[in-house]
Every structure is written in C-alpha cells, then in structure tokens.
C-alpha cells in the first residue's frame, strides 16, 4: 500500500460539487390558487423526471418545490446510474422470488437507457460516461457473499464477471463487475429537462412548502401560506412524502446519513465505479472539476442523528483515500441522507390503497438515479390508467413477513429506546462553554437546549424536542445541523426545517 501521509484538510464547509458547478434558474413562489392536471411536490430528480414525462403527454403540470430545485437528495447524490446496487439480488430472490429480482434489474436498466438516450438524443451536455460497475470484498464473508451474487446474476440473466482483483492497492479477496453502466453530472442532465419543462407549459414554483392534501376526486396540495392547487393525481416525490395519509410512512423507513469527499489524487483514476460489499463502506468514481480528472470517495452510512462525532466520517474517507489513491487537495465534501424500506426496495404508487389520487415515490435507499427515473416513469402511467410492468414490484401497499416484520420491529424498537434516552440525557455544559462554530446540547434555564455559537459569537438557541414526534435531536458536528435519531427530521443551527418528516421548525428560545 503506498506510505500514509499526514492529513490533508477538508474543506471547512460541506458544499457539494454539483450545486456549486452549475446555473440552475430560479423560479417564482406561489401566489395563487391553481387547478391543474398533475401537481407534483418535489423539485428533484423524480418529480423533475416525473414532469417532463408528464408535459410531453400533453398535461398541465405544476411542481411545488420546499426549497429551490435540486437542493435536496439530488444535490448531494455520488451520481452513480446503475442497476448493481450492491448485494441486492441475492436477498430479493430469497424475499420476493425470482420473477421479481428480474424485474427490479430490468426497471433499473430501463432506467439507464432512458437517461442514456434522453442525453443523446437531446444532446444534453452532462459529463456522461460508461463504466463498468463494480463490488469488492476484502473479508471472507464479503467473498462469500459477492459468489453469491453472481451465482444470482446467472439465474436471473444478467450479465456480469467474477474476477479476483481489482485496480486499486486494495486487497480483495473477489470482485463482481457489471459492464456498461454511467455515471454522469446530475444537475446538468435535469436542467436540461428543467427548461424542456417550462418550454411546454409546465409551472415550476419555489419555496413552496407543502404541508397537506386535501383528499377527493380532485385533490388539492395545501401549502404553508395557505395556497391550494388542485389536479386530478398529487405526486408526492419530496423524498420523505409530505403527506403520510396514513401509510405511517415514518414506521416504516429508516434515515441513514453518508458522506462523500471530491479530490485530487496523485495518479491517473483507473476507470469504473467501485463499492464495498463489507462495512463500512467504500465507494468510488471519477469526476471532472473545472477540467481535470479527480475522484468521488464515499462511505460511511449510519443511522441519522446516532453514532459517532459526524466529523469523523469524513475523515475516515480521507485516510482511506490517502491510503489507496494518495490525496493532494481535498476540494469538496459533503453528506447526504437517504430513506430505507423495511424490505430495500421503493415505495413507488398509491401512497395508501384507498386513495388511488395520490401517488408516493420514496425509499430509494442511495440509489436514485435509477430508481428516481423508474419511479418517474411508473408515476406517469398511474396517471394516464396505463399498465407499467414494474408497478407491483414497487408497490407501498406490499407486505413481505420476511423480512418486513423484523425490520419493522427492530426499526421501532430502536425509535422507542431513543425516545426515552433522550428525554433522560441531561446534558452538564452550557451556551457559555462554546467556542466560535461550535454547537453542542447544553443544559439551559434547567432544562435540556440546543446551542449554536456562529462566527460574530452570537448563540443560537433551541428546543430539541423534533417537531414531527417528540424526539430529542442530536448536534451534527460535520454539517452543522440538528438530527432526529427516531425518523430523521433534521434542522438548522437556528431550527429551520431542512428534512422531513417534521414541517414545523425546532422551537427558538432566544
């Protein structure tokens, strides 16, 4: 392995690449009350995918952004599009069957050459390359479980190649490759079909916070400002839906947090897209940034607002990539959060059975981009009443014992042990303690606070009990937010909403 260097320094704000590296337009907020043929609440990749689909078909479409457009999941994606979405086969055959492992690769290949043709026949200008795609193991388990894998790739046809190594100083015990998948620059790619959007007629609306539907033949969105827009379907593609309608989706998924650098290297990237079949977690991809060839290094996944000092993470990537690859600069860094199903698989359909009007993609479990575009597609033809072969696969209404019931009571085991700890976990240090950038729980008018001292010193202070169901949140030291242990809301220093499912922002105490 070449000689471990000394630390390299990471940036001292998160900021991703992507959203630094594009224009993307801004549009208005809504003003007026709207009658339309869809309205879709999300402005990222599934519900930007979801509407231009939509307005080629002829429909009126708006689409109610929280924030501004792809400032969410989607800006912080490592931009993978791929249908090997780690050690996946192997444990849908056992859970759901063959015919349905196939049709999970066959929907995330469909995905892929919609995303490849779009680009090429739009010309669209997004950095897109093919690449092979590649899981590595470094234990025996890991082996094991990789020749599992690709005995499950032959069963189901798909093509893919054992080899004993692959081109890092990494030592691996076996690696499974799957040819001819891409990766890309998200943001460009879904500003192209942005304007293609607003081309046709379709409303894009910006910091639109949307808090309820009203249910009906007609359902209408209702937004924080009192606003209504009306359609005939509502697509609920804001990651975490909106609107639970009662499909408890809270229960039934769980936030996972990772973390991603962007750096120079001190040789030439190799080619291809690697992940780790053992923990933690390693990923990699070459980027270009400002023309010159650097490398995405990824990993780290654990539960929202649990585990270790968040800072940390980013400096295991760091060590690792020094070790493998040898680090000059670190240029960017970055975390993102994605929601897991209790059986790995999207919840892509009628958000419960009886309201068929209102349609949910979620749960995508750090694979997006190929799922967001599956998603977008079967939305599309829930909308217009046609049969798309993927839509019982991904339905949120399924229910498989295993391995659904364990997960699903392990998840809320977990949710109720936080609840009580939290509420019990009386802090020692106080506002005054804190230095400059520092946040921390302190204890406050003798109770339990939030505390946040910015760089003019002044201190931000705030309840920690999340909004959405009385959780107590937990200080990120990497990203500089307040994260909810129980369902992943997560706040900024101030309190502000930045994740759901909470809509309401953390009580101010000053």
Same mark, same amino acid.
């Not at 801004?26 to 339309?36: A, H, I, K, Y």
């Not at 791929?82 to 290949?109: C, F, P, V």
């Not at 593609?237 to 650098?261: E, K, L, N, W």
């Given at each position: 392995? @070449? *000689?471990?260097?000394?630390?390299?320094?990471?940036?001292?704000?998160?900021?991703?690449?992507?959203?630094?590296?594009?224009?993307? @337009?801004?549009?208005?907020?809504?003003?007026?009350?709207?009658?339309?043929?869809?309205?879709?609440?999300?402005?990222?990749?599934?519900?930007?995918?979801?509407?231009?689909?939509?307005?080629?078909?002829?429909?009126?479409?708006?689409?109610?952004?929280?924030?501004?457009?792809?400032?969410?999941?989607?800006?912080?994606?490592?931009?993978?599009?791929?249908?090997?979405?780690?050690? #996946?086969?192997?444990?849908?055959?056992?859970?759901?069957?063959?015919?349905?492992?196939?049709?999970?690769?066959? %929907?995330?290949?469909?995905?892929?050459?919609? /995303?490849?043709?779009?680009?090429?026949?739009?010309?669209?200008?997004?950095?897109?390359?093919?690449?092979?795609?590649? /899981?590595?193991?470094?234990?025996?388990?890991?082996?094991?479980?990789?020749?599992?894998?690709?005995?499950?790739?032959?069963?189901?046809?798909?093509?893919?190649?054992?080899?004993?190594?692959?081109?890092?100083?990494?030592?691996?015990?076996?690696?499974?490759?799957?040819?001819?998948?891409?990766?890309?620059?998200?943001?460009?790619?879904?500003?192209?079909?942005?304007?293609?959007?607003?081309?046709?007629?379709?409303?894009?609306?910006?910091?639109?916070?949307?808090?309820?539907?009203?249910?009906?033949?007609?359902?209408?969105?209702?937004?924080?400002?009192?606003?209504?827009?009306?359609?005939?379907?509502?697509? %609920?593609?804001?990651?975490?839906?909106?609107?639970?309608?009662?499909?408890?989706?809270?229960?039934?998924?769980?936030?996972?947090?990772?973390?991603?650098?962007?750096?120079?290297?001190?040789?030439?990237?190799?080619?291809?897209?690697?992940?780790?079949?053992? &923990?933690?977690?390693?990923?990699?991809? &070459?980027?270009? #940034?400002?023309?010159?060839?650097?490398?995405? #290094?990824?990993?780290? &996944?654990?539960?929202?607002?649990?585990?270790?000092?968040?800072?940390?993470?980013?400096?295991?990537?760091?060590?690792?990539?020094?070790?493998?690859?040898?680090?000059?600069?670190?240029?960017?860094?970055? &975390?993102?959060?994605?929601?897991?199903?209790?059986?790995?698989?999207?919840?892509?359909?009628?958000?419960?059975?009886?309201?068929?009007?209102?349609?949910?993609?979620?749960?995508?479990?750090?694979?997006?981009?190929?799922?967001?575009?599956? %998603?977008?597609? /079967?939305?599309?033809?829930?909308?217009?009443?046609?049969?798309?072969?993927?839509?019982?696969?991904?339905?949120?209404?399924?229910?498989?014992?295993?391995?659904?019931?364990?997960?699903?009571?392990?998840?809320? %085991?977990?949710?109720?042990?936080?609840?009580?700890?939290?509420?019990?976990?009386?802090?020692?240090?106080?506002?005054?303690?804190?230095?400059?950038?520092?946040?921390?729980?302190?204890?406050?008018?003798?109770?339990?606070?939030?505390?946040?001292?910015?760089? *003019?010193?002044?201190?931000?202070?705030?309840?920690?009990?999340?909004?959405?169901?009385? !959780?107590?949140?937990?200080?990120?030291?990497?990203?500089?937010?307040?994260?909810?242990? !129980?369902?992943?809301?997560?706040?900024?220093?101030?309190?502000?909403?930045? *994740?759901?499912?909470?809509?309401?922002?953390?009580?101010?105490?000053?």
């Amino acid at each position: 392995m @070449p *000689e471990h260097h000394s630390h390299v320094r990471l940036p001292e704000i998160p900021e991703a690449y992507w959203l630094n590296s594009v224009h993307l @337009p801004t549009f208005p907020s809504l003003e007026d009350d709207m009658q339309v043929d869809v309205v879709i609440v999300g402005g990222g990749l599934t519900g930007i995918t979801a509407a231009y689909l939509l307005v080629h078909e002829g429909l009126r479409v708006a689409l109610l952004e929280a924030d501004t457009l792809l400032h969410g999941t989607t800006g912080y994606t490592t931009a993978k599009i791929t249908a090997q979405h780690g050690l #996946i086969y192997d444990e849908l055959i056992r859970h759901m069957g063959k015919s349905k492992a196939r049709l999970y690769y066959e %929907a995330n290949r469909d995905a892929l050459s919609f /995303i490849r043709e779009t680009i090429q026949e739009q010309r669209i200008d997004c950095d897109f390359h093919e690449e092979d795609a590649c /899981i590595y193991a470094t234990t025996d388990r890991g082996a094991k479980q990789v020749e599992q894998e690709y005995e499950v790739y032959q069963q189901l046809g798909v093509e893919g190649e054992l080899v004993d190594a692959i081109p890092f100083h990494i030592p691996v015990h076996n690696a499974l490759s799957m040819k001819r998948q891409a990766q890309f620059h998200p943001l460009r790619y879904l500003a192209h079909l942005v304007q293609v959007i607003t081309d046709k007629g379709g409303r894009i609306f910006e910091n639109a916070v949307s808090i309820d539907v009203v249910d009906g033949n007609q359902p209408t969105v209702v937004t924080r400002d009192g606003h209504r827009v009306t359609g005939a379907k509502v697509l %609920a593609c804001s990651h975490f839906p909106f609107y639970d309608g009662q499909g408890f989706y809270f229960t039934r998924m769980q936030a996972d947090r990772s973390y991603v650098i962007a750096a120079r290297t001190d040789g030439k990237y190799p080619g291809g897209m690697y992940i780790s079949a053992d &923990s933690p977690t390693r990923s990699l991809r &070459s980027v270009k #940034i400002d023309n010159e060839e650097m490398v995405l #290094i990824g990993g780290e &996944s654990h539960r929202t607002g649990q585990g270790n000092d968040t800072l940390e993470h980013y400096r295991a990537l760091e060590i690792f990539g020094q070790d493998v690859l040898g680090l000059k600069e670190i240029l960017y860094r970055w &975390s993102n959060q994605d929601l897991i199903t209790l059986d790995n698989v999207a919840y892509i359909g009628e958000i419960t059975p009886d309201r068929p009007n209102v349609l949910v993609a979620t749960g995508y479990r750090k694979w997006g981009m190929t799922t967001g575009t599956a %998603a977008a597609h /079967i939305l599309r033809d829930r909308v217009l009443e046609r049969n798309n072969p993927y839509a019982p696969l991904y339905t949120p209404s399924r229910f498989y014992a295993d391995p659904s019931l364990r997960t699903f009571l392990a998840q809320n %085991a977990n949710v109720a042990a936080h609840l009580i700890k939290g509420k019990f976990d009386m802090p020692l240090k106080s506002a005054d303690d804190l230095a400059k950038q520092e946040g921390s729980v302190v204890s406050f008018n003798g109770a339990r606070a939030g505390a946040y001292r910015d760089d *003019e010193g002044h201190v931000h202070l705030v309840d920690t009990t999340c909004t959405h169901l009385g !959780c107590e949140v937990e200080w990120n030291h990497g990203d500089r937010t307040w994260d909810c242990p !129980c369902h992943g809301s997560r706040f900024s220093h101030s309190g502000e909403v930045v *994740e759901g499912p909470a809509n309401r922002p953390l009580q101010r105490l000053n």
